[in-house]
């Protein structure tokens, strides 16, 4: 199957980018249309390489920071001039 390299990288899991520096440095074949044939051993090879797929499911999870139990997740920080304007009751008034 012939993909352009968008669809090629949603297929091997990583981004168009990856893609087409591995294209600039000749790592995957494409053909003169500018197709990845998935049938050339190469480009298979690369799309079922599971050690690249694992590492870039890894690097794409977000970290998540979780309160403790009984305690609520923190607000965004305040800045001092946030907090003095709150503190003033003046939040929200316009300065005309």
Known sequence: MKLKPANFAREAGVS???IFTKIKNNTLIVDSAGYLDTDNPI???YISDPDRSRRR????TPAV???PAGQAA????MLKSD???????IAGR???
């Open 65 to 67: 920071i979780v309160p």
């Open 94 to 96: 316009c300065c005309h």
């Open 57 to 60: 499911a890894v690097a794409a």
């Open 74 to 77: 923190p607000g965004p920080p």
């Open 83 to 89: 907090m003095d304007i709150a503190a003033a009751g």
């Open 16 to 18: 168009r980018q990856a």
């Open 43 to 45: 480009n298979s090879a």
